[in-house]
């Protein structure tokens, strides 16, 4: 049942015609019935919502989520309410079995705690960049009706003794006060060996730290972190997480799934799916969606009202180039 507060949120959004506000409270009260174990019900807000957004959009104030950090907190955290879905998302058949996983759990969070048990909620997001890690944390939160919030490694590591310590205790307290998804992206910044010859004293702290916090924890928020750095991480840290998911590069079959996918909302003529697969071997999934976007705006700019096989050729070989030319730079 919807909380006092969340019902005087609903009828303020609705009189300020704030529609994103709206779904963003209703998520959250579809996410605490299916915690308590009322799936249907929980299936039902879900549903009415969805045919909600597919209606005509009436002209609406900027979303003013329920859980905006505020104090200091805010530089160490930013939040959203992602829309967002698994099913939008194309993934190897076993990430997408833990992942699923996950979220079975936490809709029946009540019903496993009830047995003195605890869902799978702290991850370890690994592999390749462009692979889907930051867009899986958003995916958990839109499934999940909770807020994301990401944690800031600008605002948290600072080079004075004991400050990004105390800085890391402020988040492990607001995920204990206000349920969601934490997402610590580039976790081998903070989580790096402390066997590393060039590390320093502050970094080993905090990893310390880290360590601690995150095995004392007990709150129901989600806590995911993502390297494309895996061989950096101490090895203390993997123990600490629920699960390890490993991300990969596309093969042939995801590929094509993906081209067809991003290139689905725009008419295409004799694509060769399999050929054009073949020419964006070894592009992770971002490129390869970067590359279809080119392809569409070049016939845009050219005004046709078609992506060929010619255009998306060019523009995943455009993009193969630019990330070969990159990596050369790095080295």
Sequence with gaps: MASADQVKAL??????????????????????????????????????????????????????????????????????YPSVRLKQMVLGAQTRSKLERVIREHRAVQVIRNKGLSPRRKLLLIGNPGTGKTMTASALAGELGLPLFVVRLDGLITKFMGETAAKLRLIFEALNQTRGVYLFDEFDSIGSSRGFTNDVGEIRRVLNSFLQMVEQDNSDSLVIAATNHVGMLDRALFRRFDDVIEYTLPDAERIVETLRSILSGFPTKRIQWTKAAALAERLNFADITRACEDAIKDALVHERDFVAQADLARAIEDRKFAVTHKQVSNE
């Design 11 to 80: 009828i303020a959004s609705l009189t300020e015609g704030d529609e994103a506000h709206f779904y963003a409270i209703a998520m959250q009260i579809a996410a605490h019935e299916a915690r308590m174990g009322h799936g249907k019900v929980a299936d039902e807000i879900r549903l009415m919502i969805d045919r909600a957004k597919s209606r005509p959009q009436l002209p609406s104030k900027s979303p003013i989520p329920l859980a905006r950090p505020r104090g200091e907190i805010a530089e160490l955290l930013s939040v959203s």
